[in-house]
């Protein structure tokens, strides 16, 4: 055990055995992790309990900074090569000091989840505040941030991503773009690990010249599936038909929010979402060049993603209707001033503790900005009177009539805000929901009664029909959604002809066991070979079950509720094809990715007025940002 005399790591572990050449076993008696490392080397018990004990390691920090100022009171300063820092009778600590790594390593952490060049290690007022904070540290220059920081740390997810590819059996991989002065192209890999949970990586962010077409984008696309080794296992591609093209977060018309983070960009107005609309009906024929040329390289294995098109299908269904625009407007204007001349105590129970647009902002694509307006909007019908109340300008407050569209706008959206948040996330399997999705939102806008929003529910129907009803009869939905336990054919209104899609889909991506694998599993064990277990009467032994079989015994059972990967882990022994084929299925995300994400926030932080502050190795940051879990988890 460590000795109480001084200030030792070891005093929060528990040793269990040391070896002769000073390695030592030790358990954290925090938690019980073991962990090994030499009796001189400790930075491994610095780590753990930075990461995992936060409050553990500022008590070890704390005394020993306060033992290591008695020492040097007492007997000046210690032995080993430090770093003075002239003026301030103070050293620099030894560049082994687990301290410095750690503090270097939070600088480059802040570099990659903000995005900022690496060139801010060198500005005055970072090293100032770093001098503040902890003058002992000796600052990183930036060019060790940018040729040895960065790329190892690009070196560690990229073994980590192809190692655990290697044991997926099909992936698939969504293609997205941005573009802010060059272009940017991310691919991220969908798959399903053997211990059946879905992982999501970002497998590259390459920058693309400005005047990049499809074949381009995937001939990078190529390159970086067969240096991952996942070339011949992409079961689909969810990429948009005019890739190139850009793409902005739809806002509710007029619904112009400021405040919470939020800023009112300059030259935007509704009239861009109106000649949207117009182009979304007609980008069919717009866009066919493109369209054919995805298609054409990528075949059948090409999809929407379906997030996208929901979020189109709004925007063309509340745009469809332009009066909508005038109350929405008076509406942003009581909460900009709200926002900004009310103690924001006194909006708790409005709109809570947190800022909900400035926090989907940050973490959503542009698909979902417009799900953040509606959350914000419904607060300030439910709590309009109050509102009212709290402002002293008349011609803030709202009629009637303005109140009653708002009220019947809330009503109208909420099922497509509920089928938005329903497929977020890369968590759990989303491409299942998609079809009950449609079918819910086409019976919600067939029943919902409107006095004020009978055109947006009109063109809602138009665009959904337009956008999504191809899913209801496409082979993948179908499988997707009859695969997950909790549907199987409850929703279908034709079971005879969907359980036939099913079987047709079934049959293309199944591998049935050949006569050699029959006979192998037929053989008995030897134990039941042995003449000492004669007595026993023998099991008769089971034959393989076909897809048919599969498929009536799955439909048989009632649905339930558990978590469709769960379900094909624990039943993959009773149908061992039809779980082949989930496994497949299931890798499609109906969601955008981490990577769209970061795109959309570097569109907006970073606009192309200030592009010339666009740090030079962007899309080595996006690429760690993405996969920062890994590194950090």
């Given amino acids: 055990m460590a000795s109480k005399s001084r200030v030792s790591i070891l005093d929060y572990f528990n040793i269990v055995c040391e070896g002769e050449n000073g390695k030592i076993e030790s358990n954290c008696k925090a938690c019980g992790t073991r962990i090994q490392a030499k009796r001189t080397v400790t930075s491994n018990f610095v780590t753990h309990l930075k990461r995992k004990h936060q409050a553990m390691y500022d008590e070890f920090v704390r005394k020993k900074d306060v033992k290591r100022e008695a020492m040097q009171t007492c007997a000046g300063p210690p032995t080993g090569r430090v770093i003075p820092q002239s003026g301030t009778g103070m050293n620099k600590f030894d560049y082994s000091d687990p301290r410095q790594s750690l503090i270097s390593e939070a600088i480059a952490k802040m570099i990659i989840r903000d995005l900022q060049p690496a060139q801010i290690v060198e500005y005055e007022g970072f090293r100032e505040l770093l001098q503040l904070l902890e003058p002992r540290y000796t600052p990183i220059p930036c060019h060790y941030i940018q040729q040895q920081l960065l790329p190892a740390y690009v070196s560690q997810v990229q073994q980590a991503a192809k190692q655990a590819l290697k044991g997926a059996e099909s992936c698939s991989v969504t293609l997205d773009t941005l573009s802010v002065n060059c272009g940017y192209l991310g691919v991220t890999c969908h798959f399903i690990n053997t211990d059946w949970n879905i992982r999501s990586a970002l497998l590259a962010c390459l920058p693309l010249p400005g005047h990049s077409n499809t074949q381009q984008m995937l001939s990078e696309f190529d390159e970086i599936s067969e240096s991952h080794g996942i070339s011949g296992k992409v079961f689909r591609v969810v990429a948009d038909s005019s890739p190139s093209e850009k793409r902005s977060a739809f806002r509710l018309p007029g619904f112009h929010l400021m405040g919470n983070g939020e800023e009112d960009e300059e030259g935007e107005d509704d009239s861009s979402d109106e000649e949207a609309v117009a182009g979304g009906i007609k980008e069919a024929v717009s866009s066919n060049e493109n369209h054919k040329s995805l298609d054409h390289c990528l075949g059948q294995s ?9 979020a189109q299908c709004v925007k063309e269904g509340v745009c469809s209707s332009p009066q909508i625009s005038v109350p929405l407007s008076k509406a942003a204007h009581l909460y900009n001033y709200v926002n900004a001349t009310v103690a924001p105590e006194k909006l708790l129970h409005v709109f809570g503790s947190s800022s909900t647009l400035a926090g989907e902002q940050e973490s959503s694509s542009t698909d979902k900005y417009w799900t953040a307006q509606l959350k914000i909007m419904r607060q300030m019908v439910e709590s309009m009177d109050f509102l009212e109340d709290i402002v002293d300008r008349n011609d803030l407050v709202l009629g009637s009539l303005e109140k009653a569209v708002l009220q019947e706008l809330v009503e109208v959206l909420e099922p497509f ?89 079934v049959g293309k991506h199944t591998q049935p066991l050949s006569p050699l694998e029959h006979h192998s599993e037929a053989q008995p064990s030897p134990s039941k070979r042995c003449k000492l277990f004669s007595f026993i009467k023998q099991r008769p032994t089971t034959q393989a079950k076909t897809v048919e079989q599969e498929l009536s015994t799955y439909l048989h059972e009632e649905p339930t509720d558990e978590d469709p990967l769960q379900y094909w882990k624990r039943k993959s022994i009773d149908f061992p094809l039809l779980s082949q084929v989930a496994k497949k299925v299931f890798t499609v995300p109906a969601t955008t990715t981490s990577v769209d994400q970061i795109f959309n926030l570097v569109s907006k932080t970073l606009a192309p007025q200030r592009c010339q502050y666009l740090p030079k190795n962007l899309d080595t940051l996006i690429y760690l940002k993405a996969n920062y879990k890994i590194l950090w988890s």
Wanted: glycine share 6%.
């Fill in 302 to 310: 090409r999809i929407d993603c379906f997030a996208r098109l929901l």
């Fill in 417 to 505: 805000e509920e089928a938005s948040d329903m497929v977020s996330g890369d968590k759990h399997v989303s491409i299942s929901l998609a079809l009950p999705c449609v079918l819910g939102l086409r019976k919600h806008l067939a029943e919902v009664t409107t006095q004020q929003c009978s055109g947006i529910v009109m063109g809602l129907s138009q665009a959904l029909e337009r956008r999504l009803a191809g899913i209801l009869e496409d082979p993948l939905f179908v499988t997707a959604t009859t695969l997950d336990p909790q549907f199987k054919l409850s929703w279908s209104s034709d079971t005879d002809w969907h359980k036939q899609v099913l079987l047709e889909e």
